[in-house]
């Protein structure tokens, strides 16, 4: 069965510094493979998201991330974190109802 | 065009009652899938209905049911609550005949059981 894990849950980076999110999973053929953000309150928001193809895939907001399946690995990154990038990210592996969450990973972002 | 809504957005019960979520799928989406999100934890699909019927289902009780209505929109009941179920339920919808399987959330339910 398929199951995603975020080995960090909570990580804080100062406002203007690089960013990057882990993601490991375990699937068992060619996963399709999300990043969300949820803000406080609210619902997840897609990131990005990789079917197939160049294995590295943008997304909004300036967040990029990148497949390696030799790793089994799907990690988020963002050059220059700004403030209001604060929020809890969830690394998703599967499609539709088969869709797995990891537990997620809190961003605080300091000024 | 509107997204996945949802109501109510927050509410109360005690334990022993009974709760129905509403969910209305984004435009042009056949097909509505129901997520628990307790706190600090990620999302943990409870079941997913198309046409009407409920195809798939995650590890929850028959205390979580649902219903699909003709307009595609959808109902979560959960009976006899426990404090436990204490959590933010969300509703994603897509399309069945979609070849990506994203899923659109919406804004969730807030559920405190006291």
């Known amino acids: 069965a398929q199951s995603v894990t975020q080995p960090d849950i909570h990580i804080t980076v100062s406002e203007g510094a690089s960013l990057e999110l882990r993601c490991n999973y375990s699937?068992?053929?060619?996963?399709?493979l999300f990043w969300y953000v949820q803000s406080p309150g609210q619902g997840l928001q897609l990131l990005l998201k990789?079917?197939?193809?160049?294995?590295l895939v943008q997304g909004i907001k300036g967040f990029e991330a990148e497949f390696k399946r030799s790793q089994s690995s799907f990690n988020l990154r963002k050059p220059s974190v700004h403030w209001s990038d604060a929020a809890e990210y969830f690394c998703?592996?599967?499609?539709?109802?088969?869709?797995?969450f990891g537990a997620g990973t809190r961003l605080t972002v300091k000024p | 065009d509107a997204g996945v809504t949802q109501s109510p957005t927050h509410l109360i019960k005690t334990r022993g009652q009974q709760v129905t979520l509403r969910c209305s799928p984004k435009?042009?989406?056949?097909?509505v899938s129901w997520y628990q999100q307790a706190l600090g934890q990620g999302p943990q699909f409870i079941f997913q209905?198309?046409?009407?019927?409920?195809?798939q289902r995650g590890n929850f009780p028959d205390r979580f049911s649902g219903h699909q209505f003709p307009n595609y929109s959808s109902e979560l009941n959960v009976n006899a609550l426990l404090l436990g179920d204490s959590a933010l339920y969300l509703c994603?919808?897509?399309?069945?005949?979609?070849?990506?399987?994203?899923?659109?959330f919406g804004e969730g339910s807030r559920l405190t059981v006291l």
């Open positions: 209905y198309y046409e009407e019927e409920e195809r």
């Open positions: 990789y079917f197939s193809g160049d294995t």
């Open positions: 994603a919808s897509s399309r069945m005949d979609g070849n990506t399987g994203e899923l659109f």
């Open positions: 699937y068992g053929a060619t996963p399709y």
């Open positions: 998703a592996v599967g499609a539709g109802y088969d869709m797995r």
């Open positions: 435009s042009g989406h056949d097909t």
